[in-house]
């Protein structure tokens, strides 16, 4: 007997979640949950990092994502207009700007940042100390990133649109501030979301400027915790603390762009 396309479709599907279901309960029976347990949630641990997870390590992190992002985007806006320009040395500038900080790790950034510019400055300081060195350290390689993100949108925006507002009497500056980049922040504001994601995850870096009590992140904090109860159950924690950060945004960033599609 012959079975029709939708039915072989079905079978297949079907085959596809037993199989799939079949390999989870494998894995399931053949862990030790009790090792896995008293290794990674123990609840007693846990207990004794609050309330400084959420106090000082996550508030942390979160002020230092939301800094180095106003920093990256301040940065990247001005790198999209200057590699749009006409003028030839802005352009390579940001071109070189730009191919250079997308290729340095963070680490790398960081690490210059909070111990190159004390040097090649001596006698002046980063403003904020620990919360200015990884605004700028982390918010030159957003804007790195952010920089091409502009640009395309500005660059997604019809051109006609510029032209109709310079036929209006507008200044090539006053259509580009009224009428080009507000549509072109609509277009990247899901991948400018995605960039707070990834500035978040960034934040684990800090511990190369040397943090205090005060100005300690969560990846640190989860770090000192475990050196101090020698069990791993406070990296799990600090996991948890992370995706309170980013799942949220991993959502808004869904519901953005479903609502692009409706739009388009």
């Known amino acids: 007997m012959k079975l029709s396309p939708r039915r072989r479709r079905r079978i297949f599907r079907v085959a596809g979640y037993v199989v799939f ?13 009790g090792r896995l347990s008293d290794a990674f949630f123990r609840l007693d641990v846990a207990r004794s990092m609050f309330p400084e997870a959420i106090t000082v390590a996550l508030r942390n992190t979160i002020l230092y994502t939301l800094l180095a992002f106003v920093f990256g985007l301040v940065g990247g806006l001005v790198l999209a207009l200057m590699r749009l ?6 352009r390579w500038f940001a071109t070189a700007y730009i191919e250079l900080f997308r290729g340095l790790p963070s680490l790398l950034v960081l690490f210059m940042v909070g111990y190159g510019v004390p040097l090649a400055f001596p006698d002046r300081e980063i403003p904020g ?5 990884v605004t700028l350290g982390l918010g030159l390689t957003a804007s790195a990133y952010m920089a091409e993100t502009l640009r395309a949108g500005i660059q997604a925006v019809p051109k006609g649109q510029l032209e109709a507002a310079r036929t209006l009497g507008m200044s090539h500056s006053r259509a580009m501030v009224s009428i080009v980049l507000p549509q072109a922040f609509r277009i990247v504001i899901p991948p400018l979301t995605n960039e707070i994601i990834l500035l978040t995850k960034d934040t684990s870096l800090v511990y190369v400027l040397g943090v205090t009590a005060s100005t300690i ?12 109860r020698v069990n791993p159950t406070p990296l799990v924690v600090a996991g948890l603390l992370y995706l ?9 960033v869904r519901g953005l762009e479903r609502r692009a599609a409706r739009e388009r």
């Open 217 to 228: 992140e969560l990846t640190k904090f989860a770090g000192d915790a475990l050196n101090q």
């Open 129 to 133: 100390g620990v919360y200015g060195s």
């Open 244 to 252: 309170v950060i980013t799942l949220p945004l991993s959502q808004v």
């Open 85 to 90: 320009s006409t003028i030839l040395p802005y």
């Open 21 to 33: 279901a079949l390999v989870i309960a494998t894995v399931l029976a053949a862990a030790d949950w």
